[in-house]
């Protein structure tokens, strides 16, 4: 049998090994909401792993009904998972915090959709899916960081959680593309006059400037979220404000440097130094903001 505080402890390992940004923010939180966010960054990740991995469709399709299954076994308290480190935290993290893990359910499904290669013809179709996969997460980070009202709040936590995932997929517009992925709306690549089609070397053969207004365009979008989502930052406390600051500054800053030179997004994935990680991190627990 595997001791809470073992669990938890694996849970914080993988987040700071796997959550490159994330983990900036969450080491600001007292230890038991950090504990309680690495349960659900750890479970995350789980899914996510089983929907980007080699597995062919249908392996992938079946863990991720096995991580469901899982997941009722936190919910209902059986004892099914008491070997798994990361069930165990998260089942603690739930009593602890009222997790609502249904938000897992939606992460599940967008890791569906992605295992399908389901494209998206609009906007309002690409923003069930940024609900789906990151809106989720900001739910279940709303449950640990704490509020006064959670059902005023949620709808912010889950706009923050768009913003986040807009600027992932700027970023990793050619690495989806690799994959077989496309997550830039139909009717928007049809508008810009853009298809991401590439030359035997990789090189887009589209217009250069009218992919570039395209993913001007797509930054402008992802501002407009963070600037609903980050309202959040107001009813938080102390430190739960700092870690949700520094994680929403750090995808904040990213996304200011694709949106003044979104070249780079058409040269692979963009980053932030460690250094620059760190100090957003400083800035958000002193109080600053994105």
Sequence with gaps: MVRTDDAYGACVAITRQQARNFSYGIRLLPE????????VYAFARRIDDIGDGDLSPEVKLKGLEDARTDLRS???????????????????????????????DDLIDGCRADVLG???????????????????????????FGSPDRARDEPVADDLGVALQLTNILRDVVED???????????????????????AHGAFVDDTENLL????????????WYERGLRLLDVLDGRSRACCAAMAG???????RMALRPSLVLRGRTGLPDWEKAFVACVALMGGTP
Excluded: M, W
């Design 118 to 144: 389901v494209e998206y013809g609009s906007f309002p179709a690409l923003r069930k899916y940024c609900q789906c996969v990151a809106g989720s997460i900001g739910r279940l980070s709303l449950a640990v």
């Design 74 to 104: 936190v919910e209902f308290g059986l004892d099914a998972g008491s070997g798994d480190p990361v069930l165990l935290a998260l089942a603690d993290a739930t009593r602890r915090f009222d997790l609502p893990l249904d938000a897992f």
């Design 177 to 199: 593309l690799d994959n077989g992925r496309v997550y830039l709306p139909t009717d928007e690549l049809e508008r810009f006059g853009c298809t991401l089609d590439r030359d």
């Design 32 to 39: 038991p909401k950090r504990d309680a966010l690495s349960a």
């Design 213 to 224: 207004a395209l993913l001007e365009f797509q930054a402008a979008r992802a501002y407009e």
């Design 250 to 256: 750090i995808y904040h800053r990213l996304l200011t």
